[in-house]
């Protein structure tokens, strides 16, 4: 133990252990917290009701909107680009269907626009990292889909509602339960490994919120295998895709639609123009921000460019004030703070315990109240203090085996094995530290059931896009979204494609009269956005800068 | 990130033969970003999902060329580092729905006939960060078993490194995703419950409990979530 963990916790570790068969023996919905104490302990203890670290934003389609201050700071700046740098006449790339962002939902709406009829060369990819590399790669846990006898798309529909706290768009949250089926059979055909019984059978396991077993799951690599296959297809097809070469800028026609978007070379620095009958913004999320300071589960390119770019055009954005801790991101060690640590371990029986060994809270209560009790526990003094200052809750792992049997955590969570034994910990032998983090962006640019945002030319699918998930996203309903909704993006790009729509001129008009009302505002001329990166180089660097032209 | 070097341990990094003192402790990556490096290349996910950080090191006064994910790998004194952004190899275009597709190792040897140049030198082993069988995995398609090789090379990132070290000019990872899905299509069969709600949702078996669901006003809808019954067993 003295290796896995310091001495100080041997204690605590001890009273874990003690308490591990009592507890496993114990009913937990016992603990389950009566719906109507869910507002007061969100309130009091959910980042979101922090109201300090919120502001309105000054400009722009949500004037007036309260956000998380990272995310008004990126919205009340101004373009990277100034439209006098650059030559829009000379187009680099002419197609039908732009797609903004290589990850999952991007990728799913190239498959199915060309599935649909547009031929593959008349699509385009263009991502800022590789094609891939995604927050929909990292996703563990797995896919929803009311696949089970005692199930229905209808009960999905009721949880996934109440998950949200009703704020979410209907039409969407019927076209996420319903379509779930036809997605993981789509998967199916497309290759993807699900786990299956000895009987060949797909399995179902529980997750938060949820109120039947409905997740289809890869091991914990589900995000993994699914990209992998779609990606794979798209490679097979041949559909083409710009990677290292983020979008920094939307175009629009004189008329206000979006006619394509201005890319960057990464590596060269030079600007591309692409003409495009429709794009798609499948850009992700906003983790990078790192929102209130937190650790957070994305990838690296995880920073709200598309919000930043789609909002400029016109695009009205919703939910805005809604952030998805996740209950159990890694609190020690130091190296893997705030890295994902799957909801599915509490849902094959997992606990979170206190630092005195005791259970505390149903372990798949929604994200929200889950995380909001972990915080409370600590803030209460009973979470156990790493020695850099981070609380963490016991996540007790041994019990899966205990459950299960021996070798059951190593084959549903490689992954998180993997994690810990770099640094010598054995989750089967002794519980992981957790504690919540920032995962998900529950809200985002509003669409309809056809992916459209509500400026014309621009559709969104993915984490970049709000009302799927209402205030609160269940477990499993992100990839779900991404594939649902990436499909019907896809097939309404293919649709635009059959309509006679002229894009004529390239502008940035909209760019130049967003400045204008930044300066209106009297807002401060020296922040940029879109961030493309986060900046994480060391201070000493960073004070001694030039940049010179070589 | 601290930065007072008096209170913490440090180490000696090498990028590019370049030496750096770096806070022991970090990973590679987060070590390089302390040197000052803003990553462009060679980052991805940063959990250890992506393969896109893989990076060869080399410790001063052994011998041994190792490799690793630089977003997981914690630096080690005197470690000389090259990141490995990109790897070059073979991919073969196929149509997965191809009437002569199947769960085959045959469809694998003619699409990757250098599998057979295995020399069991099992040097793709000793590289891969995710510590898979990478060299059993091959075998197992000359002993006509795509399920094993489906299975050994299910945790793959495809990182490129196997394929980077083998003398046989093998791409590991291109022909493990081929094998996992011939598998997953043509192995496995269709999901009978699956079928059957498929067959339900056509057929409107749940428009009805659709439309009064979504008719229903928020209050009815809130008492219908309180009361709704836990079925987990």
Request: glycine letters at 10%; one cysteine or more; a negative charge.
């Given at each position: 133990?003295?290796?896995?963990?310091?001495s100080?916790?041997?204690?605590s570790i001890?009273?874990v252990?003690?308490s591990?068969?009592?507890r496993l023996?114990?009913?937990?919905t016992?603990?389950?917290m009566?719906?109507?104490?869910?507002d007061?302990?969100?309130?009091?203890?959910?980042?979101?009701?922090?109201?300090?670290?919120?502001?309105?934003?000054?400009?722009?389609?949500?004037?007036g909107?309260?956000?998380p201050?990272?995310?008004?700071?990126?919205?009340?700046a101004?373009?990277t680009?100034?439209?006098?740098?650059?030559?829009?006449?000379?187009?680099?790339?002419?197609?039908?269907?732009?797609?903004?962002?290589?990850?999952?939902?991007?990728?799913?709406?190239a498959?199915?626009?060309v599935?649909?009829?547009?031929?593959?060369?008349?699509?385009?990819?263009?991502?800022?990292?590789?094609?891939?590399?995604?927050?929909?790669?990292?996703?563990?846990?797995?896919?929803?889909?009311?696949t089970?006898?005692?199930d229905?798309?209808v009960q999905?529909?009721?949880?996934?509602?109440?998950?949200?706290?009703?704020e979410n768009?209907?039409?969407?949250?019927?076209?996420?339960?319903?379509?779930?089926?036809?997605?993981?059979?789509?998967?199916?055909?497309?290759?993807?490994?699900?786990?299956?019984d000895?009987?060949g059978n797909?399995?179902v396991?529980?997750?938060g919120?949820?109120?039947?077993?409905?997740?289809?799951c890869?091991?914990?690599?589900?995000?993994?295998e699914?990209?992998?296959?779609?990606r794979?297809q798209?490679?097979?097809?041949?559909?083409?895709?710009?990677?290292?070469?983020?979008?920094?800028?939307?175009l629009?026609?004189?008329?206000?639609?979006?006619?394509?978007?201005?890319?960057?070379n990464?590596?060269?620095?030079?600007?591309?123009?692409?003409?495009?009958?429709?794009?798609?913004?499948?850009?992700g999320?906003?983790g990078?921000?790192?929102?209130?300071?937190?650790?957070?589960t994305?990838?690296?390119?995880?920073?709200?460019?598309?919000?930043?770019?789609?909002y400029?055009?016109?695009?009205?954005?919703?939910?805005?004030d809604?952030?998805?801790?996740?209950?159990?991101?890694?609190?020690?060690?130091?190296?893997?703070?705030?890295?994902?640590?799957?909801?599915?371990?509490?849902?094959?029986?997992?606990?979170?315990?206190?630092?005195?060994?005791?259970?505390?809270?149903?372990?798949?209560?929604?994200?929200?109240v889950e995380?909001a009790r972990?915080?409370k526990?600590?803030?209460?003094?009973?979470?156990?203090?790493?020695?850099y200052g981070?609380?963490?809750?016991?996540?007790d792992?041994?019990?899966?085996?205990?459950?299960?049997?021996?070798?059951?955590?190593?084959?549903?969570?490689p992954?998180i094995?993997?994690?810990?034994?770099?640094?010598?910990?054995?989750p089967?032998?002794?519980?992981?530290?957790?504690?919540?983090?920032?995962?998900?962006?529950?809200?985002?640019?509003?669409?309809?059931?056809n992916?459209?945002?509500?400026?014309?030319?621009?559709?969104?699918?993915?984490?970049?896009?709000?009302?799927v998930?209402?205030?609160?996203?269940?477990?499993?309903?992100?990839t779900?979204?991404?594939?649902v909704?990436g499909?019907?993006?896809?097939?309404?790009?293919?649709?635009?494609?059959?309509?006679?729509?002229e894009?004529?001129?390239l502008?940035l008009?909209?760019?130049?009269?967003?400045?204008?009302?930044?300066?209106?505002?009297?807002?401060d001329?020296?922040k940029?956005?879109?961030?493309?990166?986060?900046?994480?180089?060391g201070?000493?660097?960073?004070?001694?800068?030039?940049?010179?032209?070589? | 990130m601290?930065?007072?070097?008096?209170d913490q341990?440090?180490?000696?990094?090498?990028?590019?033969?370049?030496?750096?003192?770096?806070?022991a402790?970090?990973?590679?990556?987060?070590?390089?970003?302390?040197?000052?490096?803003?990553?462009?290349r060679g980052?991805g996910c940063?959990?250890?999902f992506?393969?896109?950080?893989?990076?060869?090191?080399?410790?001063?006064?052994?011998?041994?060329?190792?490799?690793?994910?630089?977003?997981?790998?914690?630096?080690?004194?005197g470690?000389?580092?090259v990141?490995?952004?990109?790897?070059?190899?073979?991919?073969k275009?196929?149509d997965?729905?191809?009437?002569d597709?199947?769960?085959?190792?045959?469809?694998?040897?003619?699409?990757y006939?250098?599998v057979a140049?295995?020399?069991?030198?099992?040097?793709?082993?000793?590289?891969?960060?995710?510590?898979?069988?990478?060299?059993e995995?091959?075998?197992?398609?000359?002993?006509?078993d795509?399920?094993?090789?489906?299975?050994?090379?299910?945790d793959c990132?495809?990182?490129?490194?196997c394929?980077m070290?083998?003398?046989?000019?093998i791409?590991?990872?291109?022909?493990?995703?081929?094998?996992r899905?011939?598998?997953?299509?043509?192995?496995?069969?269709?999901?009978?419950?699956?079928?059957?709600r498929?067959g339900e949702i056509?057929?409107?078996?749940?428009?009805?409990?659709?439309d009064?669901?979504?008719?229903?006003g928020?209050?009815?809808?809130q008492?219908m979530?309180?009361?709704?019954?836990l079925?987990?067993?």
């Amino acid at each position: 133990m003295a290796e896995a963990y310091p001495s100080y916790m041997s204690d605590s570790i001890r009273k874990v252990e003690a308490s591990r068969s009592q507890r496993l023996q114990r009913d937990l919905t016992e603990l389950k917290m009566p719906e109507e104490e869910h507002d007061s302990l969100l309130n009091r203890y959910h980042p979101d009701y922090r109201t300090e670290q919120f502001a309105e934003v000054r400009v722009g389609p949500n004037k007036g909107d309260v956000m998380p201050r990272e995310i008004v700071k990126l919205l009340e700046a101004y373009p990277t680009v100034r439209p006098e740098e650059v030559n829009l006449d000379e187009i680099d790339y002419d197609v039908e269907v732009l797609i903004i962002g290589g990850g999952g939902g991007g990728t799913v709406a190239a498959l199915w626009a060309v599935e649909q009829g547009i031929p593959p060369e008349k699509v385009l990819i263009v991502t800022k990292l590789r094609h891939g590399d995604a927050n929909s790669l990292m996703a563990q846990g797995g896919t929803q889909a009311a696949t089970a006898e005692e199930d229905s798309p209808v009960q999905h529909y009721l949880d996934t509602m109440g998950g949200g706290h009703f704020e979410n768009k209907p039409e969407l949250v019927k076209a996420l339960t319903e379509e779930a089926p036809m997605i993981i059979e789509w998967h199916r055909e497309l290759g993807v490994m699900y786990d299956r019984d000895e009987n060949g059978n797909m399995m179902v396991f529980p997750g938060g919120g949820s109120s039947r077993k409905r997740l289809h799951c890869a091991e914990d690599y589900t995000g993994m295998e699914q990209m992998r296959v779609i990606r794979d297809q798209v490679r097979n097809l041949g559909i083409p895709v710009l990677e290292f070469t983020p979008a920094i800028e939307l175009l629009t026609t004189p008329e206000g639609a979006v006619g394509g978007a201005l890319l960057w070379n990464l590596d060269t620095h030079q600007y591309y123009v692409v003409w495009a009958k429709t794009t798609i913004l499948s850009t992700g999320g906003f983790g990078r921000l790192h929102i209130q300071g937190f650790p957070t589960t994305n990838h690296y390119g995880a920073t709200a460019d598309g919000l930043v770019m789609a909002y400029r055009a016109g695009a009205k954005l919703r939910d805005m004030d809604s952030v998805q801790y996740h209950p159990t991101g890694a609190a020690y060690p130091q190296q893997i703070l705030g890295l994902l640590i799957t909801e599915k371990i509490r849902g094959l029986g997992g606990q979170p315990v206190n630092k005195e060994g005791e259970v505390f809270v149903f372990p798949l209560e929604p994200r929200d109240v889950e995380a909001a009790r972990l915080i409370k526990e600590c803030e209460d003094g009973k979470g156990m203090e790493t020695p850099y200052g981070v609380q963490g809750i016991w996540l007790d792992t041994p019990l899966i085996d205990a459950i299960h049997g021996e070798g059951a955590f190593a084959r549903a969570f490689p992954s998180i094995a993997r994690l810990y034994k770099r640094h010598d910990i054995d989750p089967t032998e002794f519980p992981i530290l957790v504690y919540p983090t920032l995962h998900y962006q529950n809200g985002g640019i509003e669409i309809n059931g056809n992916t459209e945002s509500s400026t014309q030319g621009l559709l969104a699918a993915g984490e970049v896009s709000g009302g799927v998930h209402g205030k609160n996203r269940l477990m499993g309903n992100s990839t779900l979204d991404y594939n649902v909704f990436g499909r019907r993006a896809g097939i309404q790009a293919a649709e635009r494609a059959q309509e006679s729509i002229e894009v004529g001129e390239l502008t940035l008009d909209h760019a130049r009269r967003y400045t204008a009302d930044l300066e209106q505002a009297g807002i401060d001329k020296s922040k940029k956005s879109p961030l493309i990166l986060p900046e994480y180089r060391g201070k000493r660097t960073l004070n001694r800068l030039l940049d010179f032209p070589l | 990130m601290n930065e007072n070097e008096q209170d913490q341990q440090m180490v000696w990094l090498f990028v590019l033969d370049r030496p750096y003192k770096v806070p022991a402790g970090l990973t590679i990556q987060d070590a390089m970003e302390y040197a000052g490096y803003k990553l462009t290349r060679g980052v991805g996910c940063r959990g250890g999902f992506c393969g896109a950080c893989a990076t060869v090191y080399r410790i001063e006064g052994q011998y041994q060329l190792k490799a690793d994910l630089a977003c997981q790998k914690v630096v080690e004194d005197g470690m000389h580092i090259v990141t490995i952004p990109f790897t070059p190899a073979n991919k073969k275009q196929y149509d997965i729905d191809a009437p002569d597709m199947k769960a085959d190792a045959g469809i694998l040897l003619s699409y990757y006939p250098m599998v057979a140049r295995c020399v069991s030198c099992n040097r793709c082993n000793n590289i891969c960060p995710q510590e898979l069988e990478v060299m059993e995995a091959m075998n197992a398609i000359l002993q006509g078993d795509v399920e094993r090789t489906a299975r050994l090379m299910f945790d793959c990132i495809q990182c490129g490194l196997c394929s980077m070290r083998c003398p046989g000019e093998i791409p590991q990872f291109h022909i493990a995703q081929l094998a996992r899905r011939l598998w997953g299509k043509y192995g496995e069969s269709p999901d009978q419950m699956l079928t059957k709600r498929l067959g339900e949702i056509t057929a409107g078996k749940f428009d009805e409990e659709y439309d009064t669901i979504m008719g229903a006003g928020r209050e009815e809808l809130q008492a219908m979530y309180d009361t709704r019954e836990l079925k987990l067993a």
